[in-house]
């Protein structure tokens, strides 16, 4: 692995610079003549909605896309990337949103793929040992030897950074690297970047959180659509001026949770265990429960259980043992279309393989779960008039912003694949709401607009179970937060006076008994 220079860096060399990158696709024009400079030891925050050209502007740097217009310089000498392969050689790496990782191979194969190094023979001993070297310096715990079709999508993320950190990228691009660590890993990574920036490392840094870019960027540069909006100083701009360069208008940073009391118990799970998919104990008896008017927040570093847990609430995984009641009623075995037909709706993990059939259009995608029942259905078929209208209603009410009715679901945004999963979700009004990461990757103005639709959803009466690794948006929308660590459930505590200290120590695994007073007084069917 490359060690990192000594040297302090000349802050004013600018080692990266596009100018006038025009990058075209059939009807789209992703980035227009957009300019860019990144300088050594600099820490530079790239922001922009969902769609605003960010990725593509960073897939032409990395050699992924050759631009339509315009010329790219490394460390002052014109490149002309051919593949991404000539940028890596040109000590450039990247941590895509979208995870380029194959699914059969493990870990470590993963991590070496591509490499030059060992010419003739492996050895994956000291290949595993470097990786858990990185692992344990940067806080990003995963398994060397585990394939990569078992980890989570957050586990999938820290693969992907442990390759550009393997690699010892001396440009190195970061998209979202801290959704899956604690307050605290999340510090001491902030720490690392800025060593490696002191020491000539040049750290181009895509985040939503404009907290994260407040706190750890020299420059930011707003991009919107395909244009660049300002590049500006950290010290001379704000969350408030920043959000409104990506969007276009003023954004709300902290929405009101209306004041309304919990209902009767809708989700009471008991002592629940599963395991995951390599046959471990993911889930150690896990007791909770969730009031209609009540949003319940499930915090944790990626790879605790909490997909495990969601699965197994929407019937996808079976829990080795405990029970599940909905509304009185015991639903531990049943399965997913039951489940769905009981009134439980299904946020899932990952938008794109989970949430949508990409091939399939927007109205197949809204019926996907009622298709069976009236009025959608027609006896044994399909009422596609009714269907296409119950679509445009839907697509108005959540503002599902689109080509059309007809159009694919993959070719839309980040931001509209999700209200699109949301809208079909929650059509039902469903009795219970699980909602596993809901506005991960969303841009400020997609993320406002989800978090709302959530706190209609109390209001209206549901009970939501909220599971993020956002842990200002678990704080934000919870009436209750619990805390997931290694399938067991750390403690509990009252949304109004959650910590983050407390909570990201109870994230790394100690345990904390502090209960809120609701919580306390609350008594479940069970127990009367």
């Known amino acids: 692995m490359t060690t990192l220079p000594e040297t302090r860096p000349n802050q004013d060399e600018i080692v990266v610079a596009m100018r006038g990158i025009t990058m075209r696709f059939p009807g789209v024009l992703a980035n227009d003549n957009v300019d860019f400079e990144a300088r050594r030891g600099e820490i530079h925050a790239l922001l922009g909605e969902n769609g605003a050209g960010k990725s593509t502007l960073m897939n032409v740097l990395t050699g992924l896309y050759t631009p339509s217009a ?30 380029r990782l194959v699914q059969p191979q493990t870990v470590a194969e993963n991590v070496i793929l591509g490499l030059p190094r060992p010419r003739f023979r492996l050895d994956m001993r000291k290949t595993e040992r470097e990786i858990r070297e990185i692992s344990e310096r940067y806080g990003l715990k995963v398994d060397p030897r585990a394939y990569i079709w078992q980890l989570s999508v957050g586990e999938q993320q820290r693969v992907e950074i442990i390759k550009a950190l393997y690699r010892g990228a001396q440009i190195l ?22 060593e490696m920036v002191a020491r000539g490392h040049t750290i181009i840094f895509i985040s939503h959180k404009l907290d994260e870019v407040m706190a750890i960027a020299d420059r930011i ?24 360069m990506m969007v276009g208008r003023p954004v709300l940073f902290r929405l009101e949770r209306q004041q309304v009391e919990p209902g009767e118990v809708v989700l009471e799970v008991q002592g629940l265990c599963a395991e995951n998919d390599k046959g471990l104990p993911a889930l150690r008896d896990v007791s909770f429960h969730v009031r209609a008017h009540e949003i319940v927040g499930i915090a944790g570093v990626s790879g605790n259980g909490q997909s495990e847990l969601a699965e197994v609430l929407s019937g996808i995984r079976p829990p080795t043992a ?21 009134g439980v709706a299904h946020v899932p993990e990952d938008r794109h393989e989970e949430g ?12 996907l779960k009622r298709y069976r029942h009236p009025p959608l259905a027609r006896g044994p078929m399909i009422d596609w008039r009714y269907a296409r209208d119950h679509a445009a209603r839907l697509v ?10 007809d159009s694919r679901a993959r070719l839309l945004s980040g931001g509209n694949l999700q209200k699109l999963i949301l809208a079909r979700e ?20 997609a993320t406002e607009t989800v978090r709302k639709i959530l706190l209609e959803q109390r209001t209206r009466g549901a009970a939501i179970l909220l599971i993020s690794e956002d842990l200002d948006e678990v704080m934000q929308l919870s009436d209750r937060i619990l805390v997931l660590y290694e399938g067991e459930i750390m403690g509990e505590v009252p949304a109004e006076s959650a910590d983050r ?25 069970s127990q009367e």
């Open 70 to 99: 315009g010329e790219i310089e490394v460390n002052g000498r014109v490149v002309n990337f051919r593949s991404p392969k000539d940028s890596i050689d040109a000590g450039i790496g990247m941590v895509h949103q979208h995870f």
């Open 173 to 194: 691009i970061l998209d979202e690297p801290t959704a899956v660590l604690t307050p605290q890993e999340t510090e001491e990574l902030f720490t690392t970047l800025r």
């Open 322 to 342: 405990g029970s599940i009641r909905l509304l009185d009623r015991e639903i531990t075995s049943f399965s997913a279309r039951d489940i769905i037909d009981a």
């Open 396 to 405: 108005d009410r959540f503002n599902v912003l689109s080509a059309g009715l």
């Open 501 to 525: 200290g407390t909570i990201g120590l109870m994230m790394a695994g100690e345990r904390v008994s502090t209960l809120s007073s609701a919580a306390q007084a609350a008594v479940t069917p």
């Open 221 to 244: 540069t707003v991009l919107r659509a395909g244009k660049v909006v300002a590049t500006v100083r950290r010290e001379d701009t704000n969350k408030a001026e920043l959000a409104e």
């Open 356 to 367: 949508t059939i990409g091939n399939m259009n927007l109205i197949e995608n809204l019926v």
């Open 426 to 445: 929650l059509s039902a009004d469903p009795t219970l709401i699980v909602a596993m990461h809901p506005t991960q990757g969303l841009d400020v103005g």
